[in-house]
């Protein structure tokens, strides 16, 4: 046995089932007539401990009879030329171990028995005439983590447990780590070796850099520990080490950025076609803002999330009044929604013939790039996006048309009313609608009186 510091290299004989022929040396002859000794052929594997953790580093593709090794003494009998080879092999595996572990402690925080392994397996590999310790992979990074938690979400997806648009949120969390661990030189840091203070250079990275909000950048904290947890879950990773971590939760008010009454009406009568024929604009590309700016309309009075609306999973029905009804089902939540489609939506729908199938469609990315150019060309002070659009509605019909909160939530497809905050607050003219005077209060008490008199 073998020790530096918190480690030991042991080596043992191995019986084989294979009867190739092994090579033999001068040992003690062993008498025929003693049936009770065992001659198996076999080979010598390594085992090794690190910091009390153990574990097998496979064979050292040296074979040889049981009778050739000499456990006690870890090292092959006899003085043959051949036992000679095969104890500097066995030396020789020890001193590259010894000279592994200085340089793996030198390079990382923390040194585990799993990156010894898999480093010692990847020199074996690219060691040019010496035999290869084949092992399973236990080795990973964090870039791989993530990337086989997206493998895991896109199966789920198919069944219908997550929708796409989480899976691309959470491919845009991944992207944002990538970069993290590039810029900073952690991308070939084993993702074992994670710890607190890596995640708080994450969120210090994401504020200074990316300058994300407290609530963005928990998300991807959260993202992290939801794909460590899950590569621990399924053995990818011999441990979760942000298992305790806690992600601390800002309280921050939320964003129910929206477009005023205003501000729509003048995206609404906007004429982008116009431009194109004033040679303002470029008429593919007036064509293009026109349909984004019909699409980001006709959400502001469905108040449908992204995926919801590209998914068509809705349908429209008209009443016997010939007002339109939107109704479908969020597929985030699994809620039903339905509501009377305002004028301007049916408008919307209208010009393009009354076709879920011909309303346009882009991905979310393309979508919110055309916002920005069209907030641009209308002149209107916010950064357009996606989520606007159902903030917009939100505020619409909380703040304008007075509807119950309970309602709105129901037409948002929302689980509960406390989810609408993140879309929508009372304003002040909500209040002042809502809060008649004690005058004409008094005067329907009166008026009510009467009657009853």
Known sequence: ????????????????TNLKLVPTTKTKQVSTDDTNIDDSPGFIQMRFTYNADRDEFGSTHIDCKKSQWDPENQAFKGKSIWAQEQNKKLNTYKQRIEKLIEDLERENEEVTISLIKHAFSTKQRSRAGVGTISERRTIFTLLEVC????QQQEKRQKLGKV???TLEIQANYAANISDFVKATKRD???????NQDFMDDVAIYLADVEKFGSAHIEKH??????AMKLAAERQMISKNPLASFRVETNEEEPDTTHLTVEQLQRLITFDFLAMAKAGELHPAAAESLDKERDAFVFNCFTGMHHYDY?????????DLKADYWLVGKRQKTKKEFFLKLLEPGVAVLKKYGESLEALPVKSNQKRNDSLKLIAAYVGLPVRLSTKIARKTFADLALNEMLIPADDVATMLGLTSTE?????????????????S????????????????A
Not at 310 to 318: C, E, G, M, N, Q
Not at 419 to 435: E, V
């Open 147 to 150: 990337a086989y938690h997206y």
């Open 188 to 194: 070939k840091l084993p993702a074992t070796s994670l």
């Open 310 to 318: 590209t998914s068509k999973l809705f349908r429209i029905d008209k």
């Open 221 to 226: 904290l959260k993202y992290i520990k939801q």
């Open 419 to 435: 989810r609408l905050k993140h879309y929508a607050r009372p304003r002040r003219n909500r209040l002042a609608r809502l809060l």
């Open 1 to 16: 046995m073998y020790h530096i510091n918190r480690m030991c290299v042991l080596f043992w004989f191995r019986k084989s």
């Open 163 to 165: 929708t796409q648009s």
């Open 437 to 452: 005077s004690w005058k004409s209060l008094s005067n329907q008490l009166n008026q009510n009186d009467q009657q009853t």
